[in-house]
């Protein structure tokens, strides 16, 4: 069944799926594909940019999503205050990265940017 082979890869928002139905067929990784590689290149507008140093408060319920995806290596997240988390991290700054944090509106906001240390 080539119903599902792709030659490039795209991007799936799982937030907007209504269902998902697995299925008998046997993912195919394309020889050489590296996802890291592709991020790193701004395949998915996430990786290039320069490298910032963000310290982010964010309520603790938003902050659920930065524990199934980590903004980057280093990032711990740690109580702030009363339902806040504060988050802590390196990661190379683009318009992706910006657009996705301004996503969350008021339950989050950029308490420090700076050079990584």
């Known amino acids: ?7 490039d890869p795209y991007l799936l928002v ?3 799926m209504k269902a998902v139905e697995a299925l008998d067929v046997p993912a195919v990784r394309p020889a050489g594909s590296d996802l890291d590689a592709y ?3 701004e395949g998915m507008g996430f990786g290039g940019g320069e490298a910032i140093r963000i310290e982010l ?3 603790a319920d938003a902050a659920r999503y930065l524990a199934d995806i980590p903004l980057a290596s280093d990032h711990p997240l740690t109580p702030a205050r009363d339902g806040w988390m504060c988050l802590r991290a390196t990661f190379p700054y683009t318009g992706q ?5 301004l996503g969350f509106g008021d339950k989050a906001g ?3 940017t700076g050079a990584p240390s």
Do not use: C, G, P, T
Request: proline letters at 0%; glycine letters at 0%.
């Open 14 to 16: 799982r937030h907007r």
């Open 97 to 101: 990265w910006r657009w996705w944090i």
């Open 57 to 59: 408060l964010i309520e």
């Open 1 to 7: 069944m080539d119903l599902f082979r792709y030659s």
């Open 110 to 112: 950029v308490k420090k």
């Open 39 to 41: 991020i790193a290149s």
